[in-house]
């Protein structure tokens, strides 16, 4: 069996390469390791970056301060070419997305911790961003397999190694279909690998997580359980592709305990950064009191709610020395993210209280609380938005709305939250056109990496609404590599 292209995965830089490529009329056979499209894409619930686009009502917003908020986060680590890359491309992205041919409504834009300005974009419906992108996306893929001999989708097949000649030049792959034993084979042109990051990687004998970051591999993930670094593994083993920044995995400092099933569960639902973003409060455990700018880069609230959120025995079933942080939402601010947060409550994440109700809580994560705490955290937060001046103690500048008076009477929302492993920064080497480095410098031709599979781009740490970015941007620039190729 043979085909123009092969890409494997079906995340949001799968659905992105596959459409790009059809549309330039290369013939494509797209293979998913799952029965289900969408990967940990259609999980993202934050939104997707874009500058300048006809959504943001900050005009100051430029494609330079963008690239400038990159590598800052990424702390000297980001491959310039790359983010130059993402960033110019970010407009073009929202507008495809957005446009006559998707028609994704990406209307709302918020502001997201560690950016200067507001650049994230999400819909205005009830569908989280990437739930909404994926769906819309895979409704055209699922229509253009029915109407075009150019697709071909195989599910449940698993990618098992990467076939090259002896000159390191890709020639199609292996896989193999869930309930067979046999190897099938498949001749391509080019493959493209979108197969997704490493954060769910828990088999401790091949484990990348045990290999690069072995101290992590006991935390919680948001990542769904497919995410096991088949691509990484697999184009090391066999074209010998340079994986680079390996050890960068970044740990999410939201990821919600579940109370209601199992609060020391494997698997967490993310926050999503939204709710910091609409004017969202974290407060410890420990003293009810707020302990870090909120909008601050992911890395760094992680690490303050490592420090600053640490309880012991507990009422609440959460396993001891856990780190256990609040995120409240006051009522005003919730009317920024109704959908969200209500679907987070039909799913037990968050709750609907009060200040006094709120109280109760912290007394049983930690009953040496002061019962006053939150009701005088609350209120200077409310004081200091007032007066419109900035937060001396912990320097954030964008709020969400004051509370019009506060008493243990005035209505909130609140979940608990705990670091999560989320996104592997690391991965196969690429250059500005997705094309893979082996270890030796050189160019593996024929052989792709889009999104999370790919490593260079986010550095030390990604900023929050770069993930889907990534995958659009990339998957739309290795299709034009591929047809220039091919032609």
Not at 319 to 341: F, M
Not at 420 to 441: A, D, P, R
């Amino acid at each position: 069996m043979s085909s123009n292209a092969i890409v494997v995965g079906t995340g949001l830089a799968g659905l992105t390469t596959t459409l790009e490529l059809l549309n330039k009329g290369i013939s494509v056979t797209l293979i998913e390791k799952t029965g289900n499209f969408g990967g940990n894409s259609i999980k993202a619930s934050s939104g997707i970056n874009g500058v300048p686009t006809q959504y943001q009502n900050d005009k100051g917003d430029t494609v330079d301060f963008f690239i400038d908020d990159i590598l800052k986060s990424g702390k000297g680590l980001s491959n310039k070419d790359l983010v130059e890359v993402l960033a110019r491309n970010s407009r073009e992205a929202i507008n495809w997305l957005t446009g006559a041919d998707n028609g994704i409504d990406l209307s709302l834009v918020n502001q997201l911790g560690g950016h200067s300005h507001a650049r994230t974009h999400r819909g205005s419906g009830k569908l989280p961003p990437g739930f909404a992108i994926i769906s819309a996306l895979t409704k055209k893929i699922e229509q253009l397999s029915l109407e075009s001999d150019k697709l071909t989708i195989l599910k449940n097949s698993r990618l098992d190694s990467i076939l090259n000649d002896k000159n390191n030049i890709v020639k199609g792959i292996e896989y193999i279909t869930e309930g067979d034993t046999v190897k099938k084979s498949l001749n391509s042109d080019i493959v493209v690998l979108a197969t997704g990051g490493f954060s769910a990687d828990f088999t401790k004998s091949s484990s990348l997580l045990a290999k690069y970051r072995p101290e992590l591999i006991d935390l919680p993930s948001t990542n769904g359980q497919q995410t096991t670094g088949d691509g990484q593994k697999i184009a090391h083993r066999d074209v010998n592709a340079n994986l680079i920044h390996m050890e960068h995995v970044q740990i999410h400092p939201t990821g919600f305990i579940q109370l209601q099933k199992d609060p020391n569960a494997k698997w967490k639902f993310l926050c999503g950064e939204l709710m910091r973003g609409i004017g969202g409060v974290l407060i410890s455990p420990e003293t009810g009191s707020r302990f870090i700018n909120e909008l601050n880069t992911r890395d760094k609230v992680t690490e303050a709610i490592e420090n600053s959120c640490k309880i012991s025995h507990n009422e609440l079933g959460i396993n001891p020395n856990s780190q256990v942080a609040l995120i409240v939402v006051n009522k005003e601010d919730y009317l920024k993210a109704t959908n969200h947060i209500g679907f987070y409550m039909s799913q037990g994440l968050m709750y609907k209280s009060t200040i006094s109700g709120l109280q109760e809580v912290i007394t049983k994560l930690n009953p040496n609380v002061s019962k006053n705490a939150i009701l005088q955290t609350l209120t200077d937060y409310g004081n200091l938005i007032k007066s419109q001046s900035d937060d001396d103690i912990f320097g954030r500048k964008t709020f969400g709305d004051g509370f019009d008076s506060i008493s243990l009477d005035t209505e909130v929302y609140y979940g608990l939250v705990t670091p999560v492993l989320h996104f592997s920064m690391g991965g196969i080497e690429i250059n500005k056109f997705g094309e893979v480095f082996n270890e030796k410098g050189d160019i593996v031709k024929n052989l792709f990496a889009v999104g999370e599979v790919s490593g260079g781009l986010h550095g030390y740490n990604r900023l929050g609404g770069n993930s889907l970015l990534e995958c659009v941007v990339f998957g739309k620039v290795v299709a034009k590599r591929i047809q220039e190729i091919l032609n």
